[in-house]
Each structure stands twice: as structure tokens, then as C-alpha cells.
């Protein structure tokens, strides 16, 4: 049974959307957790520090350690809640490509996972951050295609002209 899924794309794709979809239409309770939720968790301060994560004004996103070595006890965190029963839809977004879903593979290796990724046309995703406003604007650009390098996938949708219901019934179909 999958215990797992992990929608990835950059920011704007849908995952979020997705996410709740799937909060809806899977038969048992999913807890949604993602990027946000991670930054959101952390203080103010990481958010002004060379440590922690930036967002540069053309859209562009800077980690440093102090963000790695939180995001590294996140992701094990997940996977721990996981292991103890919860299932978990993870809203995430690759910005190393491989290497990102090398980081959450190791941690979710003895348990089943659906990697799902979310794609979305540039300009849609430009046009939804905007409407959003909550984002820096070049953000959804710059991630678009850099989040998929190198991932691999069991699934892939694509939201550019698919509703979030429409592809979070198509995850849910592959969800065993």
C-alpha cells in the first residue's frame, strides 16, 4: 500500500492544489505537508541569513547550511511519521533535481512511495504566481524545468491545462 506520495514542480505547478484533491478523493485521511510548510515553520531570521534561505528579487532561491541541516531532520521527520502510520502527501519542490529526490529517497527508502511530478508551462505558472501575489515574481520561471532535471518518476501531470481535481484523480488511480 502506498504510504507516500511526493508531488514535485516548481512553484505555481499546482502541488498544492493536488495535494488537497487528493486530501478529498483517496479513501483514508492524507496529511499534506510540503516546502511551505517548512519554511514557514522556521524563524524570521533564516529568512535574512546566508544560512538560511533566500529569495533573490529575479525569482531565484538561495539555501545555505543552517537551512540544509533543518531541512534534513523535515525530511526524516516525514518520513518518521510515515513509518508510524500517517500517510503523507509531500508538496515539494526539486531545486537540485536529482540530488533533492536523492535526499528524500534515502530517507523514505524502506517504506512505498508515488513520485508524482507536476508540470506546468512556464508562462501558466508565471501568470498564477502573479494572481497569487504572494510570490517573487520570476520564482515559478526559474523553477519550471530545473525541479525535473534528472527526477525520476512513477507518474507524471501536467496542470497547464488539467484542473487539480482532474490530476489528483489520476495520482489516486496509481495509488496502490
Known amino acids: ?62 539555501v545555505g547550511s543552517e537551512f540544509r541541516t533543518l531541512e534534513a531532520a523535515w525530511i526524516e521527520g516525514v518520513a518518521a511519521m510515515a513509518r508510524v502510520g500517517a500517510r503523507v502527501v509531500v508538496d515539494e519542490a526539486f531545486l537540485g533535481g536529482a540530488e533533492s529526490q536523492q535526499r528524500w529517497q534515502k530517507a523514505l527508502r524502506d517504506l512505498r512511495v508515488l513520485w508524482v511530478g507536476v508540470r506546468c508551462d512556464s508562462a501558466v505558472a508565471a501568470g498564477r504566481e502573479v494572481a497569487r501575489g504572494d510570490r517573487v515574481i520570476g520564482m515559478a520561471a526559474s523553477q519550471a524545468d530545473v525541479v525535473h532535471r534528472g527526477v525520476v518518476y512513477d507518474l507524471e501531470v501536467d496542470t497547464t491545462h488539467a484542473e487539480s481535481m482532474e490530476c489528483a484523480r489520476a495520482i489516486a488511480a496509481h495509488v496502490r
Open 1 to 62: 500500500m502506498t504510504e507516500v506520495i511526493v508531488l514535485n514542480g516548481g512553484s505555481s505547478s499546482g502541488k498544492s492544489g493536488i495535494a488537497r484533491c487528493l486530501q478529498a478523493v483517496l479513501p483514508d485521511p492524507w496529511l499534506a505537508v510540503g516546502t511551505d510548510t517548512l519554511v514557514d515553520a522556521m524563524p524570521a531570521s533564516m529568512q535574512a541569513s546566508d544560512a538560511g534561505i533566500e529569495f533573490a528579487p529575479d525569482g531565484g532561491v538561495i
